[in-house]
Every structure is written in C-alpha cells, then in structure tokens.
T-cell receptor
Framework: AQSVTQLDSQVPVFEEAPVELRCNYS??????LFWYVQYPNQGLQLLLK??????LVKGINGFEAEFNKSQTSFHLRKPSVHISDTAEYFC????????????FGGGTRLMVKP | DTAVSQTPKYLVTQMGNDKSIKCEQN?????MYWYKQDSKKFLKIMFS???????INETVPNRFSPKSPDKAHLNLHINSLELGDSAVYFC????????????FGDGTRLSIL
C-alpha cells in the first residue's frame, strides 16, 4: 500500500521569500508523483509531475520539485512567493499496481503575508 | 471550455434525502473518479471507472452508487443522506493509467442539515 505524508499542515511565509513544502511517500514499487494546488472554492490544479527521468521537475507558476528516491521525498519549492500563491497544496502518489488510484497527502496550507 | 464540470456546485439538503451529483468531462479521457474532501481538507478516492466499468471501489457505504452512462459521464447518487456525508465531492478524469495526471472539477459542496 502507498501513503503520503506532508509534514507541515501550515507554512506561513512573507512575500518574495523562498518556500519549501515537504512531502514524503512510501510505496513498495516505482511511483509517479504529483503536486496539486487548490485555491479557495476551486478544484485541484496540477502544478507538476514526476514520471521518470530527471529528478528535478519544473512546473507552472515558478514551482519546482525534486524527486529523491533514497529519501522517498518529493519536496516542492519556489524561490520567491507571491500573495497569489496562498492556497492549499497537495502531494499525491500513484503506482502501476494501483490502477491509477491517487493517494493524497493531508495538504499544506501556504499562507503568504505582505 | 470547462474540461471537467460538476453540477450542482452547492447542495443543501436534509438528512434522509436522496440526491445526485452529475459529472461530465470533454477531454476524451477513458477513466473517471469521485473523491471526497472532508472538513480538514483530506482527500480520499471513492470510486474509479474505466470505460464505464468500475475498477476501484474503496470502502464507501453502499448508500453511495456511481453510475456511468458513457465514458464522458460519471454521476454519483447518494441515498439516505447522513450528517457525516457533508463534504466537498470532486469528480476527476484522466487518460491512461498511473502516468497521466488527473483533471479535477470544481467540486460540489454538500451540506446536510
């Protein structure tokens, strides 16, 4: 069975500061990894995905994430955040044995302050 | 053009009623899903359909019944609604298995009085 842990439920940060949202997963097989963002009263929007190849993945809105197989992590980073980045961020994992079933972490609320 | 659309956006009803939520995708995807997001924002898969066939059915009360008339639609019918059913329900779709990201609708906020 696969599982995802997002270590921080909330991350407050000042505008233009860098941010890292942490994600660790567990799975017995090779995985596909995703980060989604949820703005208030909206659905989830894909930020980026790791399927294979380069471990550094770039996504939309200036976000990037690094897949670290030895540490089973997929942390999300942005060098300079904006007020508009305030949202809930979800890490998710899927594997070939799971029938495309996504398992989500508990979410991290990013709060960008002026 | 909306890729995954759900109706209604808000649903307020009383305990014991039966209600349905509709979902349609115009992306040509062959797999559709229902997720439940609770008040703490935790997201959990409920059902997954591939080409109109059920492929995932997590531990969900049998009061919840998905119906897929064709591969572009996956509706969720809920019988005898309970207070604990209050949540946001998301429909999603994807192409292929595992590798392709899922596209989500905007959610249906269900409130049970």
């Amino acid at each position: 069975a696969q599982s995802v842990t997002q270590l921080d439920s909330q991350v407050p940060v000042f505008e233009e500061a860098p941010v890292e949202l942490r994600c660790n997963y567990s799975s017995s097989v090779s995985v596909y990894l995703f980060w989604y963002v949820q703005y208030p009263n909206q659905g989830l929007q894909l930020l980026l995905k790791y399927l294979s190849g380069s471990t550094l993945v770039k996504g939309i809105n200036g976000f990037e994430a690094e897949f670290n197989k030895s540490q089973t992590s997929f942390h999300l980073r942005k060098p300079s955040v904006h007020i508009s980045d305030t949202a809930e961020y979800f890490c998710a994992v899927s594997d070939m044995n799971a029938g495309n079933m996504l398992t989500f972490g508990g979410g991290t609320r990013l709060m960008v302050k002026p | 053009d909306t890729a995954v659309s759900q109706t209604p956006k808000y649903l307020v009803t009383q305990m014991g009623n039966d209600k349905s939520i509709k979902c349609e995708q115009n992306l040509g995807h062959d797999t559709m899903y229902w997720y439940k997001q609770d008040s703490k924002k935790f997201l959990k898969i409920m059902f997954s359909y591939n080409n109109k066939e059920l492929i995932i059915n997590e531990t969900v009360p049998n009061r919840f019944s998905p119906k897929s008339p064709d591969k572009a639609h996956l509706n969720l019918h809920i019988n005898s609604l309970e207070l604990g059913d209050s949540a946001v329900y998301f429909c999603a779709s994807s192409q292929d298995k595992g590798r392709q990201p899922q596209h989500f609708g905007d959610g249906t906020r269900l409130s049970i009085l």
